[in-house]
T-cell receptor, first 111, second 120 residues
Framework: SQQGEEDPQALSIQEGENATMNCSYK?????LQWYRQNSGRGLVHLIL?????REKHSGRLRVTLDTSKKSSSLLITASRAADTASYFC???????????FGKGTMLLVSP | EAGVTQFPSHSVIEKGQTVTLRCDPI?????LYWYRRVMGKEIKFLLH????????ESGMPNNRFLAERTGGTYSTLKVQPAELEDSGVYFC??????????????????FGPGTRLLVL
């Protein structure tokens, strides 16, 4: 089965810096979504990018998708301590209705 | 608008006991999904309801797991008897439409806070 994989597994930065996380996948997708999970809490949907889109913005978030390389990146600009969380990419595979998650990137933003 | 809610938030049981998890989706969402994350592993799909019907249950690990959605509203996931390897976080999600409905963002899956299950 397909498996999204995030890179890096962990990232530590200072407030104000940008954070970039990457995700790779293996099969044809309908869309790719990014979620955030704060410690002990549920998954919060951040952004969805469709397979025919290349870039999308939402506030301080910028997502790119390269279907030829089967990869996506999530950029968080001007990071804040409150951005500290685990970030997961999830793909909606073509022909299916369920999400396939990666293992996630743990982001630590220090004040 | 209320989000997806799950109950209980935590459950600690002994091996061999039964546990029932509940999920209340966002009102009006026909699609309901169960996922789980066992320690150190990825979040894995369990099953998908469309209204009261099981659309896809390919992710259910074995017959100790039983999911229901009577009336197409809330759903329950029962584990009987529970085993040690069932420990993890069980997430529920709902979406307004099925993902193959084109032209909108209504297929976004909104997740609940999860139920943390520990089997001793």
């Amino acid at each position: 089965s397909q498996q999204g994989e995030e890179d890096p597994q962990a990232l530590s930065i200072q407030e104000g810096e940008n954070a970039t996380m990457n995700c790779s996948y293996k099969t044809s997708i309908n869309n790719l979504q990014w979620y955030r999970q704060n410690s002990g809490r549920g998954l919060v949907h951040l952004i969805l990018i469709r397979s025919n889109e290349r870039e999308k913005h939402s506030g301080r978030l910028r997502v790119t998708l390269d279907t030829s390389k089967k990869s996506s990146s999530l950029l968080i600009t001007a990071s804040r301590a409150a951005d500290t969380a685990s970030y997961f990419c999830a793909t909606l595979n073509s022909g299916y209705s369920t999400l396939t998650f990666g293992k996630g990137t743990m982001l630590l933003v220090s004040p | 608008e209320a989000g997806v809610t799950q109950f209980p938030s935590h459950s600690v049981i002994e091996k061999g006991q039964t546990v029932t998890l509940r999920c209340d989706p966002i009102s009006g969402h026909d699609n309901l999904y169960w996922y789980r994350r066992v320690m150190g592993k990825e979040i894995k799909f369990l099953l998908h309801f469309v209204k009261e019907s099981k659309q896809d249950e390919s992710g259910m690990p074995n017959n100790r797991f039983l999911a229901e959605r009577t009336g197409g509203t809330y759903s329950t996931l029962k584990v009987q008897p529970a085993e040690l390897e069932d420990s993890g976080v069980y997430f529920c999600a709902s979406s307004q439409v099925t993902p193959w409905t084109s032209g909108s963002l209504k297929e976004t899956q909104y997740f609940g806070p999860g139920t943390r299950l520990l089997v001793l």
